[in-house]
Each structure stands twice: as C-alpha cells, then as structure tokens.
C-alpha cells in the first residue's frame, strides 16, 4: 500500500470502524458505574482497532467516537473524555508504525497507552469536578481507567487477530 494513498479495502475497514464508534454509545455495553465518572465495558474495541491499522484510521475512529457520544447527549464530560482518546490513540499507532510488532512491542503499547488513557480521563474528570477529591480521581479513577484500557486493549487484540486470520487486516504481531 502506498503511504500516501489509502487502499479500498482499508478505506472501507475504517468506515466500518468510525459507524461502529458512533453507534457504541447507543449500544446497551457492560457499565461499571463509579462516583463521578463510568466505565463501558468494549467501549474503546472500534478506536482500539483502528489504532492497529494506522493513524489516520485512529484519528477518524476517535472523532467517530466523539460524535457518537455528543449526539447522544450525554454530559458534555463524557464527551471531553472521548476526546481525549485521540492521544493515546496517535501515540498507540505511531509506536506501532514504528516498532517491528513483536509480542512484548504489543505489550508495551498497551501499557504506555494505556497510562496516557488513564491519566488524560483522570485530568478530564478532576477539572471537570472541581468539588471533587483530585487524589480520589488520580489514586481511585485513574487505575479503574487503566484496568478498562487493558481490558478492551486485550479483546480489541482478540478480534483484530480473528479479523487478520480471516485475512482482512493485516496480521498484527509479524
């Protein structure tokens, strides 16, 4: 595939990505609720994904994302957290352009996205509630963020390794 044109077959996988992230929000997802803040179980599995498949996938399944949760209507701090996927997911998919994705190159793009994820929502949800204990929201949300990153991280690994076996992505780990 040439760098600077995107093949059909990408271009498609990726629109399917960024529908999937609008429509998640609408979807009736495992949800841990948590004062202050909530966690959606397979919530980030599209943005993950496309993550996997390029930068330029992950950004325009982040901004899906973000829409889907503002044309939802839900609190505009939920919205602020969508957002700030983009950065973990830029981070996530330029390391994995730029590491030879081996196992433990998996591994350590989970654990750096996943502290960034973390730590972005956990900085979202202290300024958003200022009322609120930012050493709860650091020490008690920002592990809760990281723990559900881990988990849609593993399954997004999950369907991007069926999705590769199927021969339709590219395989992940080489």
Same mark, same amino acid.
């Given at each position: 595939?040439?760098?600077?044109? *995107? ?18 929000? !609408? ?5 841990? +609720? ?16 496309? *993550? ?17 949760? !503002? ?5 505009? &701090? &939920?919205? *602020?957290?969508?957002?700030? $996927? ?8 330029? *390391? ?10 998996? &591994? ?21 509630? %200022? ?11 920002? +592990?809760?963020?990281?723990? $559900? ?6 399954? #997004?690994?999950?369907? !991007?390794? #069926?999705?590769?076996?199927? %021969?339709?992505?590219? +395989?992940?780990?080489?």
């Amino acid at each position: 595939m040439n760098s600077k044109k *995107m093949s059909t077959k990408k271009l498609v996988i990726s629109a399917l990505l960024v529908g999937l992230s609008v429509v998640i929000p !609408y979807l009736s997802l495992p949800v841990v +609720p948590i004062p202050e803040f909530s966690v959606t179980l397979f919530a980030h599995l599209a943005i993950i994904i496309a *993550m996997f498949m390029g930068v330029e996938v992950a950004i325009f399944a982040g901004l899906g994302a973000v829409l889907g949760f !503002y044309l939802k209507g839900v609190p505009i &701090v &939920v919205v *602020m957290r969508a957002a700030s $996927h983009l950065v973990f997911l830029i981070v996530g998919a330029l *390391m994995l352009k730029k590491l030879h994705n081996k196992k433990w190159h998996i &591994v350590l793009v989970a654990i750096v996205t996943g502290l960034i994820h973390a730590l972005a929502e956990a900085i979202i949800v202290a300024f958003w509630f %200022k009322s609120s204990s930012i050493s709860n929201t650091f020490f008690i949300g920002a +592990p809760i963020f990281l723990l $559900h990153h881990i988990f849609d991280f593993v399954m #997004a690994v999950l369907v !991007y390794t #069926a999705l590769s076996k199927a %021969k339709l992505v590219k +395989p992940l780990i080489r």
